[in-house]
């Protein structure tokens, strides 16, 4: 059984950083593909950041891209999502979710994923 637990988030002023963290037991990182999510109230989770399995695949929704960057620590079997510039509108609860058998074409579809992360605040102050 794999385990995500996301850690990092917390309150920062528009135009800082936070630096997510998802660590994984029961499957090694490297060995599966690890996605960020995040959710507001009344919205349905929205695709973040993806580390494909392998680890050498990223991919990044629009309106993060340049400013959050998706990377992996075997020796921790975790996954970070490093977000700078951070911006109101990037105030949500960001979830890690793992599936080491999705394809290519569903990356992007929360549906997909067998196991998620409890989840961890972001709060950006304008």
């Known amino acids: 059984q794999v385990q995500l637990v996301e850690s990092g988030g917390g309150l920062v002023q528009a135009g800082g950083s936070l630096r997510l963290s998802c660590a994984a037991s029961g499957r090694s990182v490297s060995g599966t593909t690890i996605t960020w999510f995040r959710q507001t109230p009344g919205k349905e989770r929205e695709f973040v950041a993806c580390?494909?399995?392998?680890?050498?695949?990223?991919y990044y929704t629009d309106s993060v891209k340049g400013r959050f960057t998706i990377s992996k620590d075997n020796a921790k079997n975790t996954v970070h999502l490093q977000m700078n510039s951070l911006k109101p509108e990037d105030t949500a609860v960001y979830y890690c979710?793992?599936?080491?058998?999705?394809?290519?074409?569903?990356?992007?579809?929360?549906?997909?994923?067998?196991?998620w992360g409890p989840g961890t605040q972001v709060t950006v102050s304008s």
């Open positions: 979710a793992e599936n080491a058998r999705i394809i290519q074409s569903e990356l992007r579809n929360p549906l997909q994923y067998d196991n």
């Open positions: 580390l494909r399995r392998g680890g050498t695949n990223t």
